[in-house]
């Protein structure tokens, strides 16, 4: 790795990429959530840990379980982010190339959700088997949705990093021209 390569990756701030980009997604998966399952969206993914507790037609329900289910939600989608971000500092090129970065992240997120954490969750409804079309939009929404709002925080993060660095240089080579004519 070169050291260039090193300082532009270790100059993204991480932590406002990450938030910028698990919010964005957070809210933009949630509002499709919420557009195709309803409000009962929340309570589904608190399901995950409680099971059908969590509906209120099993005696659970409540804001309580509700306001669960969205910050498990948001968790999520932080957590993509954080990995994502983790990602990008040792892949090279990852925040440059933030199309493909956010196609990945979404198939990524997607695959794992589905293949991994719903079926070791507690939700009381079966996972699987998965249809060519369900599989076709689940995709095509996470990488939009998800992967993509992700992977173009940290763009730009990155992008207004490596301005600001570029103008500090720019700046200080202006000062020292400036103190080496005053010099002579």
């Known amino acids: ?7 532009r990756s270790s100059s ?11 919010l964005l997604a957070g809210a933009l998966d949630g509002a499709s959530a919420f557009h195709a399952f ?5 309570y589904g993914i608190a399901s995950g840990l409680l099971g059908s507790k969590a509906f209120p037609q099993a005696g659970g329900g409540g ?39 956010g196609a990945i992240c979404g198939v990524a997120v ?6 991994i954490v719903l079926p070791l969750s507690a939700v009381p409804f079966p996972i699987g088997p998965f249809t ?20 173009v925080s ?7 990093a490596r301005r ?3 103008s500090a240089h720019a700046s200080s080579r202006s000062d020292a021209g400036r103190v080496k004519a005053a010099v002579q």
């Open 12 to 22: 993204t701030p991480l932590l406002p990429a990450l938030v910028t980009g698990g």
């Open 38 to 42: 309803g409000w009962e969206m929340c």
């Open 63 to 101: 804001a309580a379980i509700w306001i669960l289910g969205l910050a498990l939600h948001f968790l999520i989608a932080l957590a993509a982010a954080a990995i994502y971000g983790l990602a990008s500092r040792r892949l090279q090129g990852l925040e440059d190339r933030f199309l493909l970065g």
């Open 154 to 160: 940290f763009w730009f993060f990155s992008w207004r």
């Open 164 to 166: 600001a660095i570029a």
């Open 110 to 115: 997607y695959l794992v959700m589905n293949l």
């Open 132 to 151: 060519v079309e369900g599989l076709r939009s689940g995709l095509l929404f996470h990488i939009l949705l998800v992967g993509l709002p992700i992977s």
């Open 1 to 7: 790795m070169t050291t260039a390569n090193t300082t």
